[in-house]
């Protein structure tokens, strides 16, 4: 019908978002190479929802920050980075996927200022930020699953205890048997080669 009236539906253009230079996922061989950055989404029982970042480091597979709020801005994710920089120094990488915060106007100024190279994953493609998206299904598993959040205290106490969990008390086959901060200052004495399975479903 549209053929015989000559009528024609308008397209919608795609917004474009430059892609990052494909790059194979490789684990890095030292801590603060590479850090994946992702958000995990919750909810606390007044029905308000949490926006957690999570901030993994690739090469020893450490939760760097597990970071939960109502809501967070480029600005904030910034904040966040800037005091991990303080702490542990920042990586000559971030991968994450396009969203606002981690490609908007405060991450890319922040990362040109301190040379901190942003890889935006493909959209759609998740499977380019493998690292981070297991550590989401096992957080969200053990920990966002098991707890019935009363307040966003509460919530804070519980992913705070479970990342210290995770970091020092779970020893990973994958990590030589160590536990990820365990792995990062083995990393940090000696020059290791690496476990040759960097696959991301043995995280």
């Known amino acids: 019908m549209y053929a015989a009236e000559g009528l024609q539906v308008r397209r919608r253009k ?13 684990r890095p061989g030292a801590a603060n190479e590479v850090w994946s950055l ?3 989404f919750d909810r606390v029982a007044d029905g308000r929802a949490i926006k957690c970042l999570a901030i993994v480091d690739d090469a020893t597979h ?6 939960p709020a ?9 904040g966040v980075l800037e005091q991990l920089g303080e702490s542990r120094g920042l990586p000559q990488v971030i991968r994450s996927d396009n969203g606002r ?10 990362a040109y200022e301190n040379g901190v190279q942003l890889r935006p994953i493909e ?3 998740p499977n380019q930020n493998a690292y981070v998206e297991s550590f989401n299904g096992r957080f969200r598993d053990e920990c966002l699953n098991e707890h019935w959040f009363v307040s966003m205290a509460h919530a804070v106490a519980e992913i705070t205890a479970w990342q210290r969990e995770y970091n020092q008390e779970r020893p990973k086959k994958v990590l030589d048997g160590l536990t990820p901060s365990g792995y990062a200052e083995r990393l940090s004495q000696k020059s290791l080669p690496l476990t ?8």
């Open 62 to 67: 450490e939760c760097v920050a597990l970071v």
């Open 14 to 26: 795609r917004k474009k978002v430059p892609l990052a230079d494909r790059q194979p996922l490789v």
């Open 101 to 110: 915060e981690f490609i908007g106007k405060a991450m890319l100024g922040w």
């Open 196 to 203: 040759s399975d960097s696959i991301p479903e043995c995280y």
């Open 38 to 40: 992702d958000f995990v």
């Open 123 to 125: 959209p759609g493609k």
């Open 70 to 78: 109502y809501a967070m801005s480029g600005r904030q994710v910034v």
